[in-house]
């Protein structure tokens, strides 16, 4: 049985596509590997708990209307979105089964939203703020528009807040702070690797058991 925290923060992922055209960039096609730092509001979880359990690294491979992560966390292990199926599948080490989460499915809300020009650079990126005030908490994106995202491949993912904010930002986040009642991640971008990927890196290993999620 999954807790909604721990399912959103697994969900922190990344998307791209590959539409392309002569006037527009390139949509980021490859992988990202990210470094996330937990801090706790909640004196029943430890950040080194935290960090053992999810991951304090994150490895994001995307292409076209897919991506997947991977995580070197020893309670989630990866997460697949397929684009077809609208389907966010996870893999806890704990079962055998993979469960999933319907992306049609709101489940925060945002308040409101703001963008900063130039507030930071990362990996010589210089990255645009977005900051959403969602009833979950507030959420933070920090991206250029060069690693581009065709944000309307995702218009029915709502989960996570996934369409509300590529739709403002078209990119990949190069670093992003979720901050909730509980805990605050930070995961920040420590490479950046554009690359053709294999189709099949985005489909569930043949024999899979599904499941939805269950609270």
Not at 95 to 113: I, P, Q, R, W
Request: charged share 20%.
């Amino acid at each position: 049985m999954l807790s909604r925290l721990t399912t959103f923060l697994i969900g922190i992922t990344l998307f791209g596509s590959t539409a392309y055209s002569q006037t527009v960039t390139p949509a980021f096609e490859g992988e990202i590997v990210y470094a996330n730092v937990y801090k706790s509001k909640n004196p029943k979880l430890r950040e080194k708990q935290l960090s053992v359990m999810l991951g304090s690294v994150h490895t994001y491979y995307v292409k076209r209307g897919d991506y997947k992560t991977v995580t070197n966390g020893m309670f989630a292990q990866w997460q697949l979105y397929i684009n077809k199926d609208n389907k966010v599948y996870n893999k806890m080490a704990s079962s055998d089964t993979v469960f999933f989460n319907n992306a049609a499915e709101h489940d925060d809300e945002v308040l409101s939203s703001k963008i900063t020009k130039k507030v930071t650079t990362i990996l010589g990126y210089s990255c645009d703020e977005l900051v959403l005030t969602c009833v979950s908490g507030v959420h933070k994106y920090y991206y250029n528009s060069r690693l581009r995202v065709d944000s309307k491949l995702f218009v029915n993912h709502k989960y996570g807040n996934m369409y509300n904010y590529l739709s403002l930002i078209n990119a990949v986040p190069l670093k992003m702070i979720i901050e909730d009642s509980e805990i605050i991640m930070e995961s920040t971008a420590t490479q950046v690797k554009p690359k053709k990927l294999d189709p099949k890196l985005f489909t569930l290993p043949p024999g899979t058991k599904t499941g939805p999620v269950v609270y």
